[in-house]
């Protein structure tokens, strides 16, 4: 009985911690970030061309190579502004003011775009390298932290990535 009760308390905060956030996840002991977008009304063809015209906006974002349906590239110093998200600058964990760096991985078919962002660490004046799968997960890194402090802090990473890979197509009918 008392095995039973213990096992499914393990399972339901297992199950309270993923449902913390929407696109970061722990994968073979790396936090990454996943998320797919879409853009219904475009074709393979004009997803990947749609894609390339709107690197440039996409901040800090700089692409290494682009194969078969894949554009690979870094985010290196970008820095999540929590006062965007409803945080407070000095009340949030600090290594959100510092740079960011993290390895991209963006996939298209007809119509939609997936985007990862893995191996992601923070460089920090006080503490160096921070790297975000000692800042999320347990400390066996088998799941996602509970610790309050670490979720919203997650939360902000994890909006300021939605939003810095999210485009926007506007049609100008408006003639």
Do not use: C
Not at 4 to 18: E, G, K, R, T
């Amino acid at each position: 009985m008392i095995k039973s009760s213990i096992l499914s308390m393990l399972l339901l905060n297992a199950l309270l911690v993923s449902a913390q956030y929407d696109y970061l996840k722990l994968d073979n002991s790396q936090v990454k970030f996943e998320k797919v977008y879409t853009l219904d009304s475009l074709s393979t063809e004009e997803m990947e061309n749609t894609l390339l015209s709107n690197i440039p906006n996409f901040q800090k974002f700089s692409m290494s190579s682009k194969l078969d349906g894949k554009i690979i590239g870094k985010i290196e110093g970008s820095r999540v502004d929590v006062t965007k998200y409803g945080g407070k600058k000095m009340k949030e964990s600090a290594f959100l003011g510092y740079p960011f760096y993290g390895d991209v991985l963006i996939e298209w078919k007809e119509g939609r775009y997936k985007v990862s962002v893995y191996n992601i660490y923070w460089m920090t004046s006080g503490f160096g390298r921070m790297d975000g799968d000692m800042l999320f997960t347990n400390r066996q890194k088998t799941e996602l932290s509970t610790k309050p402090i670490a979720i919203r802090a997650g939360g902000f990473l994890e909006k300021h990535l939605e939003d810095l890979f999210t485009i926007n197509i506007s049609t100008n009918d408006d003639w």
